[in-house]
């Protein structure tokens, strides 16, 4: 891979540092600003809420500038939210801190998946995307746990600087490495939008919302489910969360190889069904200590293999004008996020126990496939010989 993926790669990780590193830092920074932890819970809100609305608007304001340029504004702006967030005395100016931080997520990231793939040959595109969006995967494995001990030694302020320097060292690294121009193509905005409305780009957004809801209803309960119905102790969770990050950076790298191999609509289907049946057996198969852990590692490495050939399907779908659609995915993930946490948190208020989040995130795997089945078929339909079609 060219080394200007590293560097991708590198802004993926702080990325990612500053989506999840929050979750193990609510307590110290509840205790520090006088919260409650259900109050300080709002920082991670906070912060979707940003994702889903700098994505589309970031991208669209972007849109007619180099994409080394757009990424060195969205990872300054990164880096300046979390500085923020580093040094904000309240509840208040953290939580703007945090939206603020949030706003480039998505465009970053459906610009880096553009100029990562115009790096490399036709048939590499996913493995490119998987390259720069492992940088997610390796900072829920190693980054997450290591900010979290800043935070205990240093206190939750440092963590938070320590991300704002990865997005600074992520400036100087796209400045060194990703060349000026990446695309001959100068695309209009409202060639940008004309391509999000198009059908088999909305198919691609809804897979991504129903398909990885599925998984967030799951790993969202994940911690209670452990230790409340399989029976693990509360020092183990960390262990097991690590086994889940693994299966995610597994998933990314085999999910961008199959797509590469076998064309993405076919891995999307495969993937979708397999997490359907994971999550299926899940419901009956979490009470026991050693199947548990190879369910986690299994729903994480299909629920985020996915994201790779859907990046691709649609860049394919979009055509020249994919910029705001791929950013649209990260969007969709989002939205992903709220609606998985959302429906297993009302199966659980329903009183139907912890087995329930996984029986929704299976059925919502299952709606998934119903996209994911209807662009399959318009595919075939596109690629059948002339000779075949009726006159």
Do not use: K
């Not at 900010?147 to 938070?160: E, N, Y």
């Not at 609509?265 to 419901?283: G, N």
């Not at 912890?354 to 709606?367: C, E, H, I």
């Amino acid at each position: 891979m060219p080394i200007a993926i590293v560097a991708l790669a590198l802004g993926a990780s702080g990325i990612g540092l500053a989506e999840f590193a929050v979750m193990g830092l609510l307590p110290d920074i509840a205790t520090d600003l006088a919260v409650s932890l259900s109050t300080a819970g709002n920082l991670v809100t906070a912060y979707a809420v940003g994702v889903v609305v700098g994505a589309p608007l970031l991208t669209a304001a972007a849109v007619r500038l180099q994409r080394r340029t757009a990424l060195l504004l969205f990872m300054r702006l990164f880096a300046a939210g979390n500085a923020l967030a580093g040094i904000a005395p309240n509840l208040g100016l953290l939580l703007v801190a945090r939206f603020l931080s949030g706003l480039p997520h998505g465009a970053f990231i459906g610009v880096g998946a553009l100029v990562a793939t115009s790096l490399v040959p036709v048939e590499r595109r996913s493995s490119a995307v998987a390259s720069m969006t492992l940088g997610v995967t390796v900072a829920n494995v190693v980054g997450v746990p290591a900010t979290t001990v800043i935070g205990g030694l240093a206190g939750w302020r440092m963590s938070f600087g320590v991300i704002a320097g990865i997005g600074l060292l992520c400036v100087a690294a796209i400045a060194a490495t990703v060349p000026r121009r990446t695309t001959t193509q100068r695309p209009s905005l409202s060639a940008e939008l004309v391509a999000l409305r198009r059908p088999a780009v909305l198919l691609v957004l809804g897979v991504v919302v129903l398909g990885a809801s599925g998984m967030f209803a799951f790993y969202t309960f994940i911690t209670p489910t452990l230790t409340d119905r399989t029976g693990f102790g509360s020092a183990a969770i960390p262990i097991l969360l690590m086994v889940c990050g693994l299966g995610m950076t597994a998933g990314t790298v085999v999910g961008g190889m199959l797509s590469d191999r076998f064309g993405p609509r076919r891995v999307v289907v495969v993937l979708l069904a397999a997490q359907a049946v994971l999550l299926t057996v899940a419901v009956f198969a979490m009470r026991s200590p050693i199947v548990a852990p190879v369910l986690v590692f299994a729903v994480g490495a299909v629920g985020l293999g996915f994201f790779p050939p859907v990046q691709s399907m649609v860049m394919q779908a979009a055509g020249d004008a994919s910029t705001l659609a791929s950013a649209a995915i990260q969007s969709a993930f989002n939205v992903a996020n709220a609606l998985g946490a959302s429906l297993g948190g009302l199966a659980l208020a329903a009183g139907l126990g912890l087995a329930a989040p996984p029986a929704a995130g299976a059925l919502l795997s299952v709606f998934g496939l119903v996209p994911a089945l209807v662009m399959v078929s318009m595919a075939r339909r596109r690629n059948r010989p002339a000779a075949l079609l009726p006159e």
